[in-house]
């Protein structure tokens, strides 16, 4: 039976409508990229590995981390923000790369505030103020005092310029109004082997490498940077308590899809995220590796891009910090 023309073309209209309607009610159907912007084996790459497992059960199809390493994770980030708006390329963020190098690099690839669809958040995790076994400062105030007498003498480690636990630094610096030296290296672990080896004073690093070297007595914690305390170091005092009242620095990662993502699939992974946030092993994975899990949803993951983005912006501004 041969339809009228104009019946057929109505006919191939509707089910060119239906498309993609019908794919978003599918969704997934097929294996899902999440982008990580920092190489293997380090602790953003080993928890989206252990979360891609557990968000890959919930959705039914496999969630695939692809590391896409540089420019302090903002090519993953940027790829991201460009990539088809279907869900089947996501990414895995820390928060340096969404508040932070957007404010020290001189070309920046994007907008972390409007560039993407946010999903939610997943861990939380605190930085831990780190000196070696040498330094004589028993606390916060120690230091900072030391510093202030010795305006030469005190100097501190970072995995770069612009990293997160420089400029966490740079906001005690500011908040306590003590003269530091910045050092930087590639990465964390040279600052770290520094401090311990007494060439550097002290560094900021984040709790799950810390704890090691705080364990071994390699290192000391002086003090952790969110406002309640850390249920691996109970006995080290937050920078709140060792008298910085404004000082609480949490970084954390979070699930970002591209722009103008499709609201049907929006939800599907909104539900699989909670599903995976509230799964008794996947949150014992994580206390395990130093973090804790969030379960706040888009919006709240919006409002803190915006809020610890104005605060890095007036921390740089401050420090005068920019890198090519």
Known sequence: MKFPLALRAGLAACVLALGPAH??????????RLLVGYAPGGPVDTTARVFAKYLGDKLGQAVVVENRAGASGM??????????PDGYMLGF????????????????????????TPIG????????LLVGPQVKADDVQALVGYAKAHPDAVSFGSAGVGASNHLSAELLKKQAGAPMLHVPYRGNSPAMMDVVSGKITFMFDITSTAIPFVKSGKARALAVTSRTRNPELPQVPTMIEAGLPDYEVVGWYALMAPPKLPAPVN????????????????????VEGGYTVNTGDAQALRQRIDREYALWSDVVASANIQVN
Do not use: E
């Open 121 to 128: 958040l997943v861990v939380d995790y605190a930085n831990v």
């Open 93 to 116: 963020a820390a928060s340096p790369t969404l508040t932070m190098s957007p404010q020290v690099q001189k070309s920046t690839l994007f907008d972390p505030r409007k560039d993407f």
């Open 75 to 84: 090519i993953a980030s940027d790829a991201t923000a460009k990539a088809t």
């Open 23 to 32: 794919a978003q009610d599918t969704y997934p159907d097929r294996p899902i």
């Open 267 to 286: 939800q599907r992974l909104t539900d699989a995220l909670q599903a995976v946030l509230k799964d008794p092993k996947f949150r014992q994975a994580m």
